[in-house]
């Protein structure tokens, strides 16, 4: 049976370049990237080259990037990173929102289990965030705001620029998960002002098991593992350099993609997708449409949205995402009226 992959935001394929380049790392170049004899310096510079790929896709310095193990890691860095003891107390305040990855969701469940305040702001009917809800949820006590980039459901890209003002302002920390958007939309994080942003190889044609965080210069950030002083000593353990070079090789096939037209092309057959009768678009606001790259989620006639439907079709050769997110802001009561425009 041919089958028909449709759940590229749960995970991606491995591109050929991207194996290519991570093949000869398992092999020949087998050395510990931080040995000072050749085949370690050999590993430390493909790390280092891959760190400046990754780097250029996100518009920051090369220094500015830790290699994790992949966006749980990444979103637990940052968070936990943050708000470690001696760097908070109980009492205070962070701020997500309902619709977050389960990696931010469990971080701050448990951040609330240690005495933190945690305020998970609404979505509206598209499954947008309010950056005046945002705003209205700051207290004296904030110490982070954490909010995805896009939504791996619904394909929203939310209002981060506007967020991280509000964050500056306030002199608030801002995170903000951008697995799902990385290699789908341009992403600079000067521009979006954020102090950190999470992402994943696996959902940009790397493998699983390896992603990065960008932590802006000058942001205190407490490791979560002790040992080596790898990373310049904010993620401790020997570094997973097949891996790296992957990422860093799938950050640069991205990035050329994003300049040369390719993911426009992508855009393109999504639109016809969306255009069968049979179909209907879930959740998306008309004017992000025309941005949101590889990262929708469609329905039929209403029964994909549950797993019965996701096996059907599977059982035809369509391989569906759920609904996940979205049904829980429903189910939870978080999900907002839309708003008048």
């Not at 510990?32 to 400046?52: K, L, M, P, Y």
């Not at 309010?130 to 939504?151: E, G, H, Q, S």
């Not at 600079?188 to 802006?216: E, F, T, W």
Request: net charge positive.
């Amino acid at each position: 049976m041919r089958r028909v992959y449709f759940d590229n935001n749960a995970s991606t394929p491995i591109l050929p370049e991207v194996f290519d380049a991570m093949r000869p790392y398992f092999g020949e170049h087998f050395g510990n990237a931080s040995s000072i004899h050749h085949h370690g310096q050999e590993t430390r510079a493909a790390v280092e080259r891959a760190r400046e790929s990754v780097a250029n896709l996100l518009g920051c310095r090369a220094s500015e990037i830790v290699f994790t193990s992949g966006g749980t890691e990444g979103d637990n860095l940052a968070i936990f990173g943050l708000t470690k003891p001696g760097l908070t107390k109980p009492g205070d305040h962070i701020i997500t929102s309902t619709i977050e990855h389960h990696a931010v969701l469990n971080s701050c469940k448990q951040l609330e289990a240690s005495g933190c305040e945690v305020t998970y702001v609404p979505v509206d009917g598209h499954c947008l965030v309010d950056p005046d809800d945002v705003r209205r949820a700051l207290r004296k006590n904030t110490k982070l705001i954490t909010i995805m980039m896009a939504n791996n459901e619904t394909g929203v890209l939310q209002q981060v620029e506007e967020i991280a003002k509000i964050a500056a302002e306030a002199d608030v920390y801002f995170h903000t998960d951008a697995v799902q958007a990385a290699g789908k939309v341009p992403i600079n994080v000067k521009q979006i002002g954020c102090d950190l942003l999470s992402i994943s190889g696996h959902k940009m044609h790397a493998p699983q098991g390896v992603g990065a965080v960008y932590v802006r210069k000058g942001t205190i950030l407490q490791p979560m593992l002790y040992g080596g002083r790898h990373e310049r000593s904010r993620r401790a353990g020997t570094e997973n350099v097949p891996g790296i070079v992957a990422l860093g090789k799938a950050a640069e096939l991205a990035q050329n993609a994003l300049q040369n037209g390719e993911v426009a092309e992508m855009a393109a057959m999504r639109d016809q997708i969306e255009n069968v009768p049979e179909w209907q678009r879930r959740a998306a606001s008309p004017e992000y449409h025309k941005h949101l790259f590889r990262l929708h989620r469609w329905r039929s006639a209403g029964h994909c949205a549950r797993p019965q439907g996701t096996r059907r079709l599977d059982r035809r050769g369509v391989l569906l995402g759920s609904n996940r997110a979205f049904s829980r802001a429903h189910r939870d009561g978080t999900l907002a009226r839309p708003r008048p425009r």
